[in-house]
């Protein structure tokens, strides 16, 4: 039984994230050919993480994996009635992933790209771009990261990839006039070898659901340099798209991905957030104690659904 299947475990010097242990390397992964029609083609059956695995995974886990095990029971023993069963954080995040019904409400912009106000972009944004485009030249699947502007207190965590686990963010405090806003990094996908093609052609899709199902939705958001006004052929291989949405009591999905490609299907990990207000943050210490039982559990199967501290800030 694999204990992380996903992220890479090195610590990013860009960004300083501690990534989790995972697969190999997507630079020496195969993926299967483009599907026709698809400008971004399908993720592969077996394929690449977020990030590339370090070297020193393996050894890595087997120096701490008892101790990450003795200190997520501790966990979820505080959590007391908080814990969860690995199978019901399943059924959770099933019912959070499943397709929501979509309500209209003319109140609400249908566009989480139309911007009542400039955004203040979160400090890591730079860092993030670059790590995007190192990844998509290195051959790495469409990934989404989501970071919430300056003065918003959130946390958020990531699972590995095949645990089916989409990423976590709490927001902490009713942000500013009741919107949050932020802005999503996404790259073209790099695991079918045609990384450079798609910098050239890719336009994306933002999708945000709010809790009452309201939905809002851009599609053909092209590529900066674009934007900017250069031939529409000028190469980018990390995107950034300013959003904002309602600040909605519950949990708000948040995903993002190339026009044309699978979406979020088969690639949960990477490219959906559920975001949870603050008065329903998500509870990482029940998360942990499922993690545990799923590990002992003979019965259980696949990754360990491991949550990772991912980016955080005010």
Do not use: C
């Not at 026709?36 to 994996?65: C, F, H, I, M, Y």
């Not at 995040?93 to 409400?105: E, I, N």
């Not at 996908?189 to 851009?218: F, I």
């Not at 006004?229 to 909605?248: C, K, M, N």
């Amino acid at each position: 039984m694999n204990l992380i299947s996903g992220p890479g475990g090195r610590s990013a010097k860009a960004t300083g994230i501690m990534e989790a242990p995972g697969a190999a390397d997507p630079s020496e992964v195969q993926g299967p050919g483009q599907v026709q029609g698809s400008v971004d083609g399908p993720l592969p059956e077996t394929g690449p993480s977020p990030r590339s695995s370090p070297r020193k995974a393996r050894r890595w886990l087997s120096v701490v994996g008892g101790s990450v095990a003795a200190l997520a029971v501790m966990l979820g023993a505080v959590g007391g009635s908080s814990a969860v069963s690995s199978a019901e954080l399943g059924q959770s995040a099933g019912r959070a992933l499943s397709t929501p019904m979509v309500v209209v409400d003319t109140t609400v912009p249908n566009d989480p790209t139309q911007l009542s106000a400039t955004i203040s972009r979160n400090g890591k944004v730079e860092a993030v771009l670059i790590e995007a485009e190192s990844d998509a030249r290195r051959g790495v699947a469409s990934t989404v990261t989501f970071l919430p502007s300056k003065g918003t207190k959130f946390q958020s965590w990531y699972f590995g990839y095949k645990t089916g686990e989409p990423r976590r963010m709490n927001i902490l405090e009713l942000p500013e006039g009741g919107i949050v806003r932020g802005t999503i990094v996404v790259n073209p996908s790099g695991h079918t070898g045609k990384a450079d093609e798609y910098a050239r052609s890719n336009t994306y899709t933002v999708h945000v659901t709010l809790p009452d199902g309201v939905t809002m939705v851009r599609e053909g958001h092209p590529r900066n340099v674009v934007i900017q006004g250069l031939p529409f052929s000028t190469a980018e291989y990390a995107t950034a798209i300013d959003v904002e949405f309602p600040y909605r009591s519950g949990i708000t999905r948040l995903w993002a991905a190339p026009g044309g490609s699978a979406g979020i299907d088969g690639y949960v990990e990477g490219r959906l957030y559920l975001v949870h207000s603050h008065d329903q943050k998500w509870s990482v210490t029940a998360a942990w104690g499922a993690s545990v039982r799923h590990l002992f559990d003979s019965d259980s199967h696949g990754p360990i659904p491991f949550p990772v501290p991912y980016y955080r800030g005010r």
